[in-house]
């Protein structure tokens, strides 16, 4: 029997701000994504990247169903400037499976990390995260990933409820395929509150303010035992004052 799967909380596109400061989380319905600066139609062109992405190799649990890609951005007002490749790096605080070292993922390819729309899509993210903060440079990282359940079960969190150690943390749903599961939870970081949600609508976006809440997703599976399904997820963090490192620039 499958679960049932609650329809998430919308946030009007002109309230995304004043539900931010309230709720620590909005989450935008694909139709109001030019308050991003971009649409789902203009980033439904991007979907091919999701079937180049290599396998994680730093998973500690063992498992085959996670792949991605890494990139490092700089956005300062308009301007969004690509970083060199470095590692993506978690304190244990806030990673406790795999935190505390650098993870060097495969780059993003060039169809992404020079795309007009992923470019401009990072430029609003860094407006959303200014109107929260104030105007400063917006240090980037952008991971796209593909859950399976090649092994019949993914886990998009393996890690569990957590924060990201940064400002603002952006979920996309690229797409989902042949699964159950994969619900998306958000908890109050100092209180009992919470929401659980189910994104199905391509370019679905979940904000996350990282100081106020922390979240996962539940493990998926196939619809059909024996078969693969798929996740497919575009996960921005941004954070002020330098990337997340040992000894952070």
Known sequence: MTAPMFEPPWTAADAVIDALKRDGQAVLAPESLGVLGTSAAELETLRPCWEELPPDGYLKDGGRYRFRRHGNFVVDGDQVRAMPHRAHW??????ALHGGIQRWFVPLQAEMNESPTFLALLAGLGRVCSALRGDQPWFVEA??????????????TPEGAHRDGVDLVAVLLVGREGIKGGESRVFDAQGPGGQRFTLTRPWTTLLLDDTRVIH??????PLTPGERGCRDTLVITLRSGGFQGPAAI
């Open 216 to 221: 996962e997703t539940t493990p998926i599976q």
């Open 143 to 156: 991971h796209p990933f593909r859950i399976d359940t090649t092994d019949g079960i993914g886990r998009p």
């Open 90 to 95: 978690q304190p244990l605080d806030y990673n």
